[in-house]
């Protein structure tokens, strides 16, 4: 038996397919009599359409991903799924304009009306090739372009068995697909180890309709206008049952494409699934591990010794962790021996924002310089509203240890959340200027989407009630609604939450925190009697602040951690130094420190916001061309203004 694995356009050119990579191994060592092979034809897309269109490596991103909630990548294909290269021209121009710059509006009308030529190479191609069976993956937008490219395999060679998988073909969604699309013989529904190494043995042995019945998730047909869809599985795979992907080929086939002059490859790796947070508090807005929340990951042995065996076959040390969420046993087993390992590896991985920073010099030391926080908001009433179990100090304090410890933080802004009002937005949006040393969100606050399997989508209680697909399924598919119900991901539903002045209060003032970030500067030295603190900020004109007395000292060490007056008043004076010092006292410097920007506070607590300086003798050189022999009794807190000829210097 002969098995050939489509990956079309939209996927990623950077990394290889993960999902394609476990299924090829699953085939290979479960599938007795069976071979497999991936066809990449995201990259035999990037070299077809650079040389018909100016075409390139910013386009690719934005139709596979910038573009997802507008669904220009899925449109861009829907022309060759219904054999029409004007297919719903008029109602994408529309939809899109206003939304679209003209240059982009262009490009996806070209795009759109060239791609069938694409996919009918593609299914010619497969068709030469004549595989038993053409399994595709679908994910993000590459819906309509393998749903496409299914269509014309089965015209061209209709013995061909064609299947579909991936997350958009989940629980309801691939139901869907499997009823509306009749050229899809098979829809594997959830995770495919098991299902889809079953399938291909009762397709090689000829079985009945009984053993194909008997396939949880499996969608089926048992004559030609049929569709079944068998029961969901039970429970998700053990993590044992994980296997290691195979990227045979991937490499290969980018070195000689024009792709690989835009990217420099990535390995995707798996070390766990589902989300341990998730499963004791489901992320309101958060769609993300579909049927199956359940957290499960590898053993630390398992997972470390596939890490290091990708590296050295593909002499690749970029890596895409895509577990949702970190295991924490991972922290003492598997990163230590990657730091021990002696590969300089780079890695990107999302983590909970509430992780201490001798955690995060965990991460750094092994190696993961981008980290995924899901901070999402600042304002703790408002990621209380998301369930998101960590306070806006919290998530301020992320953003400062990651800075310290060298991690590029990657994060989002939401807004639109049932229940927010315009207070959880201002205080807030009068410290962002506080905050510019600090990463910025990667773009603006943006409106939450209503996703599929989110509590949102299934607890119309929370806030959002007559849910209707997101307008771009209308005009990329011919279906009536009540089947895009069943097919969309996103949903459309009317606004909560924040009106309009203060959604663009607080995008300028994030417009303006991105704009600022490369030159802003917020560090501090603990000189053991003292603190220094050195600031390049637009918002504030001191450029060297003197911690001396000795209770701020103490104040601003306790601060390091998110506190509330209260407790700082508490745990400040069980020194008996600082016995009488009072509550009012305590409130002073705090008064004074947000004041000059040296500490965030939100929900009644306070923390600092100054990263370690990591170069400690230049900033003691800077700070003794400042200081000279102070006179007893100076203040505790002493700003120096910046001045032409002696600016504070740079550091990071």
């Known amino acids: 038996m002969r098995v050939l694995l489509l990956n079309m356009p939209w996927s990623p050119i950077d990394l290889p397919s993960l999902a394609l990579g476990i299924l090829k ?94 996919v009918e190479q593609i299914a010619q191609r497969v068709a030469d090739l004549a595989p038993d069976v053409v399994g595709l993956t679908s994910t993000f937008q590459q819906n309509t372009a393998a749903l496409a490219a299914a269509r014309h395999i089965k015209r061209l060679a209709p013995r061909i068995v064609t299947v579909m998988g991936g997350a958009n073909c989940d629980a309801e969604q691939g139901a869907a697909v499997h009823r509306n ?31 194909f019945a008997g396939i949880p998730g499996l969608c089926h047909r048992a004559g030609e206008d049929s569709s079944t869809a068998n029961p969901m599985p039970t429970g998700p795979i053990p993590p044992a049952a994980i296997l290691p992907p195979d990227y045979s080929g991937y490499f290969e086939r980018l070195a000689g494409s024009v792709a690989r002059n835009w990217v420099e490859p990535k390995l995707v790796v798996e070390g766990a699934r589902g989300c341990w947070w998730g499963e004791k508090h489901h992320c309101t807005f958060c769609g993300l591990n579909g049927s199956f929340m359940q957290f499960r990951s590898k053993s630390p042995d398992t997972f470390y010794q596939e890490i290091m065996d990708l590296a050295e076959r593909h002499r690749v040390l970029d890596m895409y962790v895509v577990d949702n969420i970190l295991d924490m046993r991972y922290l003492s087993t598997v990163l230590p021996r990657i730091i ?26 092994a190696g993961l310089i981008y980290v995924q926080p ?58 962002l200027p506080a905050l510019e040393h600090l990463n910025p969100p990667v773009d603006l606050s943006a409106r939450i989407a209503i996703e599929r399997f989110s509590p949102y989508f299934n607890r119309p209680e929370l806030g959002f009630t007559g849910l209707r697909p997101e307008e771009h399924y209308l005009f990329t598919y011919d279906l009536p609604e009540e089947e895009l119900h069943d097919l969309a991901y996103v949903f459309q539903a009317p606004e909560r939450g924040i009106g309009a002045d203060t959604v663009t209060r607080l995008n300028d003032a994030i417009g303006e925190w991105k704009k600022q970030h490369t030159d802003a500067r917020l560090t501090h030295t603990d ?43 508490r745990k400040a004076t069980s020194a008996a130094a600082f016995a009488d010092r009072t509550a009012e006292d305590v409130q002073a410097l705090l008064d004074e420190w947000t004041a000059l920007g040296v500490t965030f506070t939100d929900a009644g607590q306070y923390v600092h916001i100054a990263p370690a300086s990591v170069n400690q003798d230049f900033l003691r050189l800077d700070y003794m061309r400042h200081v000279h022999a102070r006179p007893t009794g100076e203040p505790a807190a002493e700003p120096v203004a910046a001045a032409p000829a002696t600016p504070a210097p740079a550091l990071s």
């Not at 861009?76 to 206003?98: C, H, I, N, R």
């Not at 960590?390 to 310290?404: H, K, Y």
């Open 527 to 569: 000189l053991g009697d003292e603190i220094v603190l050195v600031s390049r900020r637009r918002a504030f004109d001191w450029a060297t602040l003197r911690l001396t007395d000795p209770f701020a000292v103490a104040v601003f060490r306790l601060l390091e951690q998110p506190h509330t007056p209260t407790a700082l008043h």
């Open 374 to 431: 899901g901070i999402e908001s600042l304002n703790s009433r408002v990621l209380d509203l998301m369930d998101k179990g960590v306070a806006g100090c919290q998530n301020v304090r992320m953003l400062r240890d990651a800075a310290e410890t060298g991690l590029s933080v990657s994060w989002n802004y939401l807004h639109g959340f049932p229940g927010e009002t315009t207070e959880d937005y201002d205080p807030v949006i009068r410290q």
């Open 181 to 211: 699309f009749p050229f899809v013989d098979h829809v594997v529904r959830g995770e495919g180890e098991e299902a889809f190494p079953r399938l291909l043995a009762a397709v090689r042995d000829g079985a009945d309709a009984s053993v």
């Open 340 to 365: 021990d390992s002696g590969y300089d590896l780079r890695m990107h991985i999302e983590i909970k924002a509430n992780m201490r920073r001798p955690q995060l010099q965990v991460l750094a030391d």
């Open 25 to 118: 191994r699953s085939v290979d060592e479960r599938v007795e009599g069976a071979t497999c092979e991936v066809l990449h034809a995201n990259l035999e897309f990037t070299d077809w359409i650079t040389r018909r269109t100016e075409f390139s490596a910013e386009d690719y991103e934005y139709y596979a991903l910038s573009s997802y909630f507008l669904g220009c990548g899925d449109w861009v294909f829907s022309s060759a799924l219904y054999d029409d290269p004007a297919w719903k021209q008029a109602e994408f121009t529309e939809a899109m304009t206003g939304r679209l710059r003209a240059k982009r509006m262009r490009m996806t009308h070209e795009l759109h009306a060239v791609v069938p030529e694409f």
